[in-house]
């Protein structure tokens, strides 16, 4: 890969972070091969189209197979470049054990093709010595190449890692104009992964050590999940003591210092309500404050569940409706969503009582199997539910006017609705969060 070559990629993981990337790096006239294990996401990409919703992807994926810069397979192919975006999950064993084994059997396939020259490019969001891991790994399935950090020569391949920092809803904008961390495990390893990067990146590529760059990933996801406990913590603390905790944080942010986020049902997705355990686990006694936000952010899905319980309760012969599944606004995202906590607990203790509206959703998740709740749109609920409890704040619940859910009681999570403010036993009028 010399001069204006273009190198040949491989993207491994198709999933929210790696079919982005992959187009991305396809626009950049970078012929790219997808491969994911799932048979149906590798046809579905191959026929121009796309299996997770993202704003105009639809139409870059479309655009860059159908100029044969992009393919998918279920097996890993030669490549110049290969990056990593699988998932990194953790066990749900109490103790919050990092589960790497899809970045180790990613990485087990690379090592099967890897030659001479090849860069492998960790995106995983991953425990600090992960990369290195990963290159202890090749190193003793390929013992002909010589590795980086295990050679006193020059090493035949280069190995680093580099995070995302995306938003769902703006993946593909923040793809290319983002600022990147890279880190190599050596400074060779960081050089060569930053040109091919400069290749479809805008924003400013730093270049670090690899441990340093997994680092940097978990601190960002940690500061925000301690921001959004604060303002967790401060709702239950507002309900208690009978205030709008949506008017005192709007208040308070009129300081110039002063910026708290906003509360909700919990903390969810992929990242933020993962990535701090990371860190916990690498370090058990010394975070203390990052634990405490995770514990804060996990009380709040079942703060939410008794409030919401008693709520339906107090209304018996109302049906409900639960508005959103996913774990944020106007995507189709539902990992470790809070939203689809609440809902589930309320529908297996509820049952046929319970509707739920979500917009990015075909069908309800299996945790619903068997408890009667049915998947309805926002106008059924708007016409047959008493009782409306907002989880997540997309845009087709901001715009339900006053008068069509003025008959409901409403228990709003989320504070979309501020002209519903009053006490939860009146139709009409809101429980605050």
């Given at each position: 890969?010399?001069?204006?070559?273009?190198?040949?990629?491989?993207?491994i993981?198709?999933?929210?972070?790696?079919?982005?990337?992959?187009?991305?790096?396809?626009?950049a006239?970078?012929?790219?091969?997808?491969?994911?294990?799932?048979?149906?996401?590798?046809?579905t990409?191959?026929?121009?189209e796309?299996?997770?919703?993202?704003?105009?992807?639809?139409?870059l994926?479309?655009?860059?197979?159908?100029?044969?810069?992009?393919?998918?397979?279920?097996?890993?192919?030669?490549?110049?470049?290969?990056?990593?975006?699988?998932?990194?999950?953790?066990?749900?064993?109490?103790?919050?054990?990092p589960?790497?084994?899809?970045?180790?059997?990613?990485?087990?396939?690379?090592?099967?093709?890897?030659?001479?020259?090849?860069?492998?490019?960790l995106?995983?969001?991953s425990?600090?010595?992960?990369?290195?891991?990963?290159?202890?790994?090749?190193?003793?399935?390929?013992?002909?190449?010589?590795?980086?950090?295990?050679?006193?020569?020059?090493p035949?391949?280069?190995i680093?890692?580099?995070?995302?920092?995306?938003?769902?809803?703006r993946?593909?904008?923040?793809?290319?104009?983002n600022?990147r961390?890279?880190?190599?495990?050596?400074?060779?390893?960081?050089?060569?992964?930053?040109?091919?990067?400069?290749?479809?990146?805008?924003?400013?590529c730093?270049?670090?050590d690899?441990?340093?760059?997994?680092?940097?990933?978990?601190?960002?996801?940690?500061?925000?999940?301690?921001n959004?406990?604060?303002?967790?913590?401060?709702?239950?603390?507002?309900?208690?003591?009978?205030?709008?905790?949506?008017?005192?944080?709007?208040?308070?942010?009129?300081?110039?210092r002063?910026?708290?986020?906003?509360?909700?049902?919990?903390?969810?997705?992929?990242?933020?309500?993962?990535?701090?355990?990371?860190?916990?686990?690498?370090?058990?006694?010394?975070?203390?404050?990052?634990?405490?936000?995770?514990?804060?952010n996990d009380?709040?899905?079942h703060?939410?569940?008794?409030?919401?319980?008693a709520?339906?309760?107090?209304?018996?012969?109302?049906?409900?409706?639960?508005?959103?599944?996913a774990?944020?606004?106007?995507?189709?995202?539902?990992?470790?969503?809070?939203?689809?906590?609440v809902?589930?607990?309320?529908?297996?203790?509820?049952?046929s009582?319970?509707s739920?509206?979500?917009?990015?959703?075909?069908?309800?998740?299996?945790?619903?199997?068997?408890?009667?709740?049915?998947?309805?749109?926002?106008?059924?609920?708007l016409?047959?539910?008493?009782?409306?409890?907002?989880?997540?704040?997309?845009?087709?619940?901001?715009?339900?006017?006053?008068?069509?859910?003025?008959s409901?009681?409403?228990?709003?999570?989320?504070?979309?609705?501020?002209?519903?403010?009053?006490?939860?036993?009146?139709?009409?009028?809101?429980?605050?969060?």
């Amino acid at each position: 890969m010399r001069g204006e070559e273009k190198p040949q990629v491989c993207v491994i993981g198709l999933g929210y972070i790696g079919l982005p990337t992959a187009a991305i790096i396809a626009r950049a006239n970078c012929p790219v091969t997808g491969i994911d294990v799932s048979q149906h996401v590798v046809d579905t990409i191959n026929r121009g189209e796309i299996h997770i919703e993202e704003v105009d992807l639809d139409g870059l994926v479309r655009g860059v197979v159908q100029r044969g810069l992009l393919k998918a397979s279920t097996q890993v192919q030669p490549a110049d470049v290969f990056v990593i975006a699988v998932p990194t999950p953790f066990e749900h064993d109490g103790q919050h054990t990092p589960d790497l084994s899809y970045v180790m059997a990613a990485a087990t396939e690379v090592a099967g093709v890897l030659k001479k020259g090849d860069c492998i490019i960790l995106e995983s969001t991953s425990p600090v010595g992960t990369t290195e891991t990963m290159r202890d790994l090749i190193a003793g399935l390929r013992p002909d190449l010589k590795l980086p950090g295990l050679t006193s020569e020059t090493p035949d391949v280069a190995i680093a890692y580099c995070p995302e920092r995306v938003l769902p809803g703006r993946i593909l904008e923040e793809l290319t104009n983002n600022d990147r961390s890279i880190g190599g495990i050596t400074p060779r390893c960081a050089r060569k992964a930053l040109a091919f990067y400069k290749r479809f990146v805008r924003g400013t590529c730093v270049t670090t050590d690899a441990r340093s760059a997994e680092m940097c990933k978990l601190v960002e996801n940690s500061f925000r999940d301690v921001n959004i406990a604060f303002a967790n913590e401060l709702s239950i603390i507002a309900d208690k003591m009978g205030l709008d905790v949506w008017e005192v944080i709007r208040l308070a942010n009129r300081h110039p210092r002063v910026n708290i986020l906003q509360p909700g049902p919990g903390v969810g997705g992929h990242c933020i309500a993962v990535d701090p355990w990371f860190i916990v686990h690498g370090a058990p006694e010394e975070a203390k404050m990052i634990r405490a936000a995770r514990d804060i952010n996990d009380a709040k899905m079942h703060h939410v569940v008794a409030r919401a319980a008693a709520l339906v309760e107090a209304n018996p012969g109302a049906k409900v409706a639960c508005l959103g599944l996913a774990f944020k606004a106007n995507i189709d995202d539902f990992r470790e969503s809070p939203a689809r906590f609440v809902a589930s607990r309320l529908a297996q203790k509820f049952g046929s009582r319970i509707s739920v509206v979500e917009p990015y959703a075909a069908e309800l998740p299996r945790e619903f199997d068997g408890t009667g709740a049915q998947l309805v749109d926002i106008d059924t609920a708007l016409e047959e539910c008493g009782v409306l409890i907002v989880l997540v704040d997309h845009d087709i619940f901001r715009v339900i006017p006053f008068e069509e859910r003025s008959s409901a009681v409403v228990y709003d999570t989320r504070g979309i609705w501020p002209d519903a403010l009053g006490a939860p036993e009146k139709p009409g009028l809101r429980l605050a969060s």
